[in-house]
């Protein structure tokens, strides 16, 4: 029996294209009869022997073992993920398959424990693993409203709800937030904060510099009139099929999905390629992109014989170099429908899903989708789905996915909204008079803000040198026309991470505190997830007047990005440097 997840920690690997040019004339091979003389795999897995000493599970069995070993729900789409993703193997065929109690006891042993072990070694005994809030699933981190749209660096719900809610416990000690208070996030981002405010009966003020940002935010809680919204999302799908109708694009992308079925299924079975790749039985560095060119030649013969255009004539803005022209045509096409759409609100929820769906349409791989390297244009060597892929030639169907669901998500957050205010403002949080500002966008807000002044805040600033904010959603300020401010961002990438950087990073973190200081109660708390790996806060802390009178030192497992090392992050509460 092979040691399941024993070996060192492979790199993650990007995907592999292959251009026209470097196939290899001695791999000339049929286009539409491959033949599998050079194929690597071994014999399929049903033929493998079975331990006589061991347990074998079906997979609605498994998942109830699993529970009870974890001591947490398990389903069986979680023991099927694993089968998939070739982490266990699978016996038997799809109307019998067991499962090796065996090797489940060496998965889940492989990590269940052992990473809090390991973190710890690499961050310090001061790791709150309870913090780490490792017991929830992706469902839940991601639940409702918080997965309306993309967005790099925003922390779960389950931390912002951990700091705001009215329990105590061993390390969090007092309640700092009560129903019916304000908080304030100066660094909105996509409205994590703004949402949990209103879940738990409390009123929020958000305030970012991008616009795009406070459009995600202000959508998220927003009450929406869903029939109209429907209405709208299905009359304008309708537009869009017609509008394809005249169109070789779906002909051509169903011919090509077809072929690339037959082929994956033959070079890359599932789950016995993945579990082999795994167990090193299979050298994935050359067998994937052996297969990707002998592939090529059919993807070349179909693009000529549907007269597909794979690039748009310029390359000017964003929307010019990372779409098909195919693809481009589709999304002018429905911006135009949502343009006649009436009601206000229903557009701009409207405008965040087709936002949603040309960030999913970009000519890139399923690896490099939050970096961007270089368009895609041809199929491919997929590492991450173990198989060959293909770029996007039509927006319809994550259309049709994120219109469903972003109204079942809406739908289930209307279930648990309470009846309070939020709203994220559009401005720099360094001078913006919040009050001013609200009286504007929502008389109600401003007018308990007034009254009472906001209780605290809770936020995540950005860190020093790690994300241009403005350009990982550029393609939606090429469509949508708004006003970029890059220049009004705190800590750019653009910037970099060295001394000047931090020098400035400090002062302006401690602007925003000090001009956010005169909108804050007396007995304010401020909450602050930053990674201070430079310990810049205690600075932070100084200029602005402030007191650090705890940290609370977090891993951060659930993380947006595909590393998965080690990381932490601190929470710093804050309050007035009383003398």
Known sequence: MPKINQKKKKPVRKERTVSPSKLRVAEQQPAFGISRSNSQLKPPLESVGRDKNDIFFNIKDAAEWASGYLGKNVTQSNISYLIQYGRIRKIGNNGNVQISKKELIEYYKSFNGHREVSWKGQLGEDLNWALSFDQFKEAETTKHVHRLHPYKGKFIPQLVEYFLDSHTDTFKKEVYFHKNDVVLDPFCGSG?????????????VG??????????????????????????ISRITQALKAFLTNSHTVEFENKLLQELYKFNNE?????????????????????????????LPIYQKLIKDYNIKLRQDSEKTFLDKWYSQHIRNEIEFVFAEIKKIKNIETKKIVSIILSRTIRSCRSTTHADLATLLEPI?????????????????????????????TAKRLADFG?????????????????????AQLEKKSPELASLVK???INGIFSSPPYVGLIDYHEQHAYAYDLFGFKRQDELEIGPLSKGQGREAKESYVKSIAEVLNNCKKFLAKDYNVFL????????????????????????????????????GAYSEIIFHLKGNLI
């Open 192 to 204: 994590t904060t703004l949402v949990q405010a209103n879940e738990l009966g409390m009123h929020a």
């Open 207 to 232: 305030i970012d510099v991008s616009a795009f940002n406070a459009l995600i935010s202000n959508c998220k809680v927003t009450r929406f009139d869903l029939a109209n919204v429907q209405k709208e």
């Open 267 to 295: 070079y890359f079975p599932v789950p016995e390629y993945k579990y082999k790749v795994q167990r090193d039985e299979v050298d994935e560095e050359s067998y994937g992109p052996e297969k990707a060119r002998v592939f």
């Open 377 to 405: 244009t041809t199929t491919y060597y997929c590492a991450k789905h173990g198989k060959i892929c293909k770029p996007l030639f039509s927006i319809l169907k994550w259309w049709e996915t994120y219109t469903k669901d």
């Open 415 to 435: 279930k648990l909204r309470t009846q309070t205010y939020q709203y994220c403002l559009t401005g720099n949080s360094k001078t913006i008079d919040i009050v």
């Open 451 to 453: 009254k009472r002044n």
């Open 529 to 564: 997830v930053a990674n201070d790996k430079w310990n810049l806060y205690p600075s932070i802390a100084e200029q602005s007047g402030m007191k650090i009178v705890n940290q609370y030192k977090r891993p951060v497992l659930n993380r947006t990005e595909k590393d998965k």
